[in-house]
């Protein structure tokens, strides 16, 4: 089985300073890992992903992504926030069985807020 | 990358009656899903589309309620059957990559977004 939660429902940041949206996962195989933005009334776009290559992950849009085994965490961190980060984040996580039984298990989301 | 279309964007229909989505994609594709993404809350898989093949259902989901269609391999249809003001949600499409080995990353579509009167 495997679940993912995410510790905080809202983030408030203000403008130029570190993102940190925290992810912890429980998966009964090598998992891979993923962040989700879903910007309002648009689609969810892949910022990043984990997949047992090197654990600091670089996304788009200056985002980056640590896997730490020993701590079942994939926080997501950018250094300097956006106005344009404003959204909901998705930690996602996907056992590593056959192709075909493999899903994904969303967390709950963290909504994002940038403050000018 | 595959690029998802969805019809309708958005709809409001009334208790009862039944909406019929469609997912179109630009690349032929193994495996489609289908998600609902209830105000305020997470992505559930309603159910795995396969071509050629019934849908299989999460738990909670059922064929009845849900029927889909799988005619070939870059479309799909999901109906949402008698519809109550519960079935208000955001209902997103989604396919996973048919390349690189044991990731495939799967895109969504832009959802279409759902509300019972």
């Known amino acids: 089985a495997q679940s993912v939660t995410q510790l905080d429902s809202h983030v408030s940041v203000s403008e130029g300073t570190p993102v940190l949206l925290r992810c912890n996962y429980s998966?009964?195989?090598?998992?891979?890992l993923f962040w989700y933005v879903q910007h309002p009334n648009k689609g969810l776009q892949l910022l990043l992903k984990y997949t047992s290559a090197a654990t600091l992950v670089k996304g788009i849009n200056g985002f980056e992504a640590e896997f730490k085994k020993s701590e079942t965490s994939f926080h997501l961190t950018k250094p300097s926030a956006h106005m344009s980060d404003a959204a909901e984040y998705f930690c996602?996580?996907?056992?590593?069985?056959?192709?075909?039984?493999?899903?994904?298990?969303f967390g709950s989301g963290t909504q994002l807020t940038v403050l000018p | 990358s595959a690029v998802i279309s969805q019809k309708p964007s958005r709809d409001i229909c009334q208790r009862g009656t039944s909406l019929t989505i469609q997912c179109q994609v630009d690349s032929q594709v193994t495996m489609m899903f289908w998600y609902r993404q209830q105000p305020g809350q997470s992505l559930t898989l309603i159910a795995t589309a396969n071509q050629g093949s019934e849908a299989t259902y999460e738990s909670g989901f059922v064929i009845d309620k849900f029927p889909i269609s799988r005619p070939n391999l870059t479309f799909s249809t999901l109906t949402v059957s008698n519809m109550s003001p519960e079935d208000s949600s955001i209902y997103l499409c989604s396919v996973r990559a048919t390349s690189g080995g044991i990731y495939n990353e799967q895109f969504f579509g832009p959802g279409t977004r759902l509300t019972v009167l």
């Open positions: 998966s009964s195989y090598s998992p891979s």
């Open positions: 996602v996580v996907s056992d590593q069985g056959s192709g075909s039984a493999r899903q994904l298990t």
